[in-house]
């Protein structure tokens, strides 16, 4: 099972996907090729809409793999600023290598370590400097570390800002054991269930779960 949407209905989906320009098309297609993950085609579309709509100055990404996201954000959005959190260093070098290729370096920044000690400098810098808040946030990252992501990252963001957390239906193992075919998976599983049912609970955040790729928890906080 490759996706928790019916496979002829992904196949249709993917069949109208139009990527932004060649540069993307050909880095989605060495990405696929390598067996790196970055976002589906269809969550990229629903994505594409919403910063269309929401128009984030400001972007934090969790998981910056080899820089997908960012180059795409950065696209659709001219006149937005990202900083993007990488864990992996081989991951760090490539990433950086085609923000540079696409000549976004003045715009993304990419910072590689631990992210929850990332997400803490950040904190301290917000305080310090008195920079902004972010607009937007996209967790795509470790998903065991997902509660943790979100509990870092929401100090950083501005009132009605949006989070995005990518994956959080793990190919339907989080709506269901059966799906379950490895029992390393379980740890993930548990913990994704905890994140989303963490975040469902949350007053100061209003959060919709999409069938949308992998799923995808939309939330929008309140204060």
């Not at 139009?18 to 589906?40: C, S």
Request: proline share 2%; with cysteine; hydrophobic share 40%.
């Amino acid at each position: 099972m490759s996706n928790i949407i019916n496979d002829k209905i992904t196949s249709y989906l993917h069949s109208l996907y139009k990527p932004l320009n060649d540069g993307l098309q050909r880095l989605r297609q060495e990405a696929e090729e390598k067996h790196i993950p970055i976002i589906l085609k269809e969550t990229e579309s629903y994505i594409y809409n919403i910063v269309k709509i929401k128009k984030p100055q400001r972007i934090l990404e969790i998981g910056t793999a080899i820089g997908y996201a960012s180059i795409f954000l950065a696209t659709a959005l001219p006149e937005a600023d990202i900083i993007t959190l990488e864990v992996n260093d081989n991951m760090y070098r490539k990433a950086v290598d085609n923000v540079e290729r696409f000549g976004l370096s003045d715009r993304i920044q990419i910072r590689l370590g631990d992210a929850a000690r990332s997400l803490i400098d950040l904190a301290n810098e917000i305080k310090d400097v008195e920079l902004e808040g972010f607009d937007l946030v996209f967790i795509d990252a470790a998903k065991s570390y997902y509660k943790e992501f979100w509990e870092g990252s929401v100090p950083l963001c501005r009132k009605g800002a949006i989070i995005l957390s990518d994956n959080v239906l793990l190919k339907a193992r989080t709506v269901s054991d059966e799906y379950i075919t490895d029992r390393r998976q379980k740890t993930n599983v548990r913990r994704m269930r905890q994140y989303i049912d963490y975040v469902m609970s949350l007053k100061n955040a209003d959060t919709a779960i999409l069938t949308i790729g992998d799923g995808i928890a939309v939330s929008i906080l309140n204060d």
